[in-house]
T-cell receptor, first 114, second 110 residues
């Protein structure tokens, strides 16, 4: 398996533009997580899905952020409109279903909003 | 804050020495996990200890968990320069939710 695949690896966009980050989880994994990593706030859980259903989105910072998982093999995180403070590395991770399972991380998308 | 706390924030040791990192958390957990992150890369899972376990070993790694104190420690024995990375603890909670600490930056000098 190729692991969790995220695209793009790097994204530079202008303030106010829409940004879409993509994630393909490991086949057979039922849980998917979106995290944001910054120096100031560390690694924050934004949202996670079980069996394509959003379970907890309490970490989504504002209405400008939205996430979808239309099927078991694809998820998107959208920011509209983007702001400079959204600049961060965004990670997607997936795991098998269950209470005691490890998460597998993608390589991340480095987002810069100018 | 959703995160727990780790200490130290940064640790610098010589190759061959042991490195100990600590993690404290605030809520009830199903498990506690440790991950490693090399600069510019994604996190890699190292070890998972369940809430009913007290100690676990994997190679040069030893993890302890004290649920009464809500704390865990990661010991890396006989460290190598290749162990240089950031190390994060993560608490596994109800429903599979996984919350990370702020991390410890470990530097192992050859």
């Amino acid at each position: 398996d190729a692991g969790v695949i995220q695209s793009p690896r790097h994204e530079v966009t202008e303030m106010g533009q829409e940004v879409t980050l993509r994630c393909k989880p490991i086949s057979g994994h039922n849980s998917l997580f979106w995290y944001r990593q910054t120096m100031m706030r560390g690694l924050e859980l934004l949202i996670y899905f079980n069996n394509n259903v959003p379970i907890d989105d309490s970490g989504m910072p504002e209405d400008r952020f939205s996430a979808k998982m239309p099927n078991a093999s694809f998820s998107t995180l959208k920011i509209q409109p983007s702001e400079p403070r959204d600049s961060a590395v965004y990670f997607c991770a997936s795991s098998t279903e269950g209470e005691n399972t490890e998460a597998f991380f993608g390589q991340g998308t480095r987002l810069t909003v100018v | 804050s959703q995160q727990g706390e780790e200490d130290p924030q940064a640790l610098s040791i010589q190759e061959g020495e042991n490195a100990t990192m600590n993690c404290s958390y605030k809520t009830s957990i199903n498990n506690l996990q440790w991950y490693r992150q090399n600069s510019g890369r994604g996190l890699v899972h190292l070890i998972l200890i369940r809430s009913n376990e007290r100690e676990k070993h994997s190679g040069r790694l030893r993890v302890t968990l004290d649920t009464s104190k809500k704390s865990s420690s990661l010991l890396i024995t006989a460290s190598r320069a290749a162990d240089t990375a950031s190390y994060f603890c993560a608490t596994g909670r109800q429903g599979g939710k996984l919350i990370f600490g702020q991390g410890t930056e470990l530097s192992v000098k050859p």
